[in-house]
């Protein structure tokens, strides 16, 4: 028995089963994983060593070239790649795709500690990082007061917000940044010091000594046993002050009577203002393959609960949120998907010119695609642009072998109308079933292979891949069981071309001059065979060396978020205050532009890689809906005015999906062992480069403060 023929036969059986996948398939779309892109790991490490106070010179051979020597000893290692900076150490570990990235990371944090014993005193231990870890937060949220000052709002935020969101179910880190830090500062009298003959040596090991908790064993009685711990930690100021530092002829000498000890503000390390107004910042990472999207819903209902709760005083805000650009991306795509369905829904109606037969092909696009979600969540595959896309792809691909398998029943049914209806319907899906076979394995042997690709182009092109092959592949089946099943119990091939409206009836006058023009010249081709087959080549020859040159070649393309940043690098060894003033004069003018919805300001903190640079400052910028298309000539705008401030480098960029993870389009690299001739010919090599038409951007490696 034929399966055209088992699905009419067990019609109920074949509608039970159709919705049972149909079911399964919506039950999956909420389980699977939203994102922009396809989860993946890239393959680097990044290894940071703190050596506070040391300079680039003092790290690169203390810290860096220990780390480099171990490094290089592991195996499936492509790149060992360095920068030394005032205070950090900084080396990306690159692997080839593929590897066992786990057993990369264990390996690399092997050999760093195996490295630290090198290292001179004072350098902090190294911390192995993933280059996700570098990423944008999904979330940023602002919060200001008009009553309290910045440190007490940042204790507030960090005392009693901070643990409500790192307590949700796909938060990794909560951060916050802005107002002070605050530290205990003991300042000697040196006179007194003197009179009572002490140091600043015995201040500081009585202070070392007696701030901690020690345990003084256990006590017994009766049936219980007691741990008994002395708490000797300090808990208030008065505790300091009233520490005994020594007790001359039993007379003892409090650390008040030669020193005053206050509570103060550190030196601020970050700036952050968000449209002018200082704000204190708290940036939420999403757990390691989380879902951004979900994350940020469970923080957004977070904040739902806290607004209850949040004095007065304080306004909370969303600065950023991810998840709106990755849903409105996937919804774009949903809706392009829909309008093709639509569309190619139109343009079968137009062709078939039968609205029952139009109506069995619709069906099942949406059986097939729904059907396809369920496969997604089976395979582990997450819902993201890429995937999306290939189902749009492959949308009017799944209706090809419907349409051929209706069209031949159409055609048998009106031919052999006095036949059992049965059997003609049987026979007709059994004439251009293997046709049809082979038409979609081929174009799933085509897509196939795509998914079993190694490195990014995996990532890229395997879930598009993947995606395709099941939207055909359950394709395919529907055309041998559903197509069949609807056109025996619905389609009325009497039906008359004279009642199908008169928009179909001008439509199909208007295909057939079409095809007396398209005769025509099949007919002149099959004469001209030899110049028609000169001409295609000849056009497809100058298409190809006219056209490819206009073409831009790139990897990720930029995606346009109606967002970008405007980042000022003075020289090295600027305050964090002198720094604030020059983005200020940027921030004042930014802020006059009628282009510009929001201007969120961080000072102090050097962009997704994380190191505190008091000579960097950070404007992301976003505009108005109605500007994003100008987003290009508005950058060049601030660029060209803002590019000649004496010492500083100013960059103007889009701030992209792939931020922390994509490295700049060219890259020259100059190989050598003085570093100062590599600065020099480094600086000639960006005087040529510079005045290249496109060139923006432009940056060394080699600054003050770096090697």
Same mark, same amino acid.
């Given at each position: ?117 090198? $290292? ?23 919060? /200001? ?76 009685? +009766? ?17 300091? *002050? ?26 601020? =390390? ?64 949903? /809706? ?73 029943? $159409? ?35 085509? $897509? ?116 970008? /940043? ?74 060209? =005015? ?6 500083? @480098? ?25 570093? @100062?001739?590599? *600065? ?13 038409? +496109? ?13």
């Amino acid at each position: 028995m034929k399966l055209a023929e088992i699905s009419i036969k067990k019609n109920v059986g074949t509608i039970l089963f159709t919705l049972s996948i149909v079911f399964l398939g919506i039950l999956s779309i909420p389980r699977i994983p939203v994102s922009f892109w396809p989860e993946f790991v890239a393959p680097t490490l990044i290894v940071m060593t703190p050596y506070p106070g040391a300079g680039p010179e003092e790290i690169e051979e203390q810290i860096a070239k220990p780390l480099e020597e171990e490094f290089s000893t592991i195996d499936d290692v492509e790149e060992i790649e360095t920068t030394c900076m005032e205070g950090m150490c900084q080396v990306y570990v690159r692997f080839g795709w593929g590897i066992d990235f786990e057993e990369s990371k264990v390996k690399v944090q092997e050999r760093a500690n195996k490295a630290r014993s090198r $290292f001179p005193r004072g350098a902090l231990d190294p911390k192995v990082l993933q280059v996700q870890d570098f990423l944008p937060p999904g979330i940023e949220l602002g919060f /200001r007061s008009d009553k309290r000052g910045l440190n007490e709002l940042r204790d507030y935020v960090e005392t009693k917000l901070k643990n409500k969101f790192l307590h949700l179910k796909d938060v990794a880190t909560v951060q916050a940044f802005g107002g002070y830090d605050q530290e205990i500062v003991v300042e000697v009298d040196g006179g007194k010091l003197a009179a009572y003959g002490l140091s600043l040596s015995q201040i500081s090991g009585v202070l070392a000594s007696e701030n901690m908790d020690i345990p003084a064993g256990k006590l017994k009685t +009766g049936r219980k046993n007691y741990f008994v711990r002395t708490a000797g930690k300090f808990r208030e100021i008065n505790d300091i *002050e009233s520490l005994i530092i020594a007790a001359p002829g039993g007379k003892p000498i409090r650390l008040k009577d030669v020193a005053k000890v206050q509570l103060k503000n550190k030196e601020q =390390e970050t700036i952050i203002r968000l449209n002018g107004e200082p704000v204190i910042g708290l940036s939420i990472r999403e757990k390691s393959g989380g879902n951004t999207v979900t994350m940020c819903d469970e923080v957004k209902d977070e904040l739902k609960k806290i607004e209850k709760t949040l004095p007065d005083d304080i306004q909370m805000m969303i600065i950023r949120d991810q998840s709106i650009f990755i849903k409105n991306s996937i919804n774009n795509v949903v /809706r392009n998907a829909a309008i093709g369905a639509i569309l190619a829904s139109l343009i079968l109606l137009l062709f078939l010119g039968n609205l029952r037969n139009t109506l069995i092909i619709v069906l099942s696009i949406p059986i097939s695609i729904i059907a396809t979600f369920f496969l997604i969540d089976t395979f582990g595959l997450t819902i993201n642009t890429i995937s999306l896309g290939g189902l749009a792809l492959g949308v009017g691909m799944i209706v090809d072998s419907s349409v051929v398998v209706i069209e031949n029943i $159409f055609r048998h049914l009106r031919e052999n109308h006095s036949q059992d209806r049965l059997k003609t319907v049987v026979d007709a899906t059994s004439e251009v079933g293997t046709a049809i076979t082979a038409s979609t394995l081929t174009s799933v042997v085509v $897509f196939f292979p795509l998914a079993f690709l190694m490195g990014l182009f995996a990532v890229l092109l395997g879930e598009l891949a993947l995606t395709i092959v099941f939207a055909l592949s359950l394709s395919i089946i529907v055309a041998l069981t559903i197509v069949p099943m609807l056109s025996y119990r619905l389609m009325k091939p009497e039906i008359s071309q004279s009642k199908m409206g008169f928009v179909l009836r001008g439509w199909q006058a208007l295909f057939e001059r079409m095809l007396k023009v398209y005769q025509k010249v099949i007919s002149w081709s099959l004469r001209h065979r030899l110049l028609t087959i000169l001409s295609a080549i000849i056009i497809f020859v100058v298409s190809i060396m006219m056209l490819m040159p206009l073409l831009d070649v790139e990897l990720m393309p930029t995606i346009n978020q109606g967002e970008f /940043r405007v980042e000022l690098i003075l020289p090295e060894g600027t305050t964090i205050g002198k720094t604030d003033l020059w983005v200020k004069k940027v921030e004042k003018n930014l802020a006059q532009r009628e282009e510009i919805s929001q201007l969120y300001t961080t000072i102090g903190v050097a962009s997704v890689r994380g190191e505190l640079k008091p000579n960097y400052g950070m404007i992301n910028i976003k505009l108005k809906k109605e500007y994003y298309p100008q987003i290009e000539s508005i950058m060049e705008g601030i660029r060209r =005015e803002w590019t000649e401030i004496p010492g500083t @480098q100013v960059r103007v960029r889009q701030i992209e999906v792939t931020e922390g993870m994509k490295r700049e389009p060219v890259n020259v690299r100059i190989v050598g062992d003085n570093m @100062q001739v590599l *600065e020099e010919i480094g600086q000639r090599a960006m005087q040529e480069i510079q005045p290249i038409a +496109g060139i923006v951007n432009l940056k060394s490696s080699i600054q003050e403060g770096f090697s």
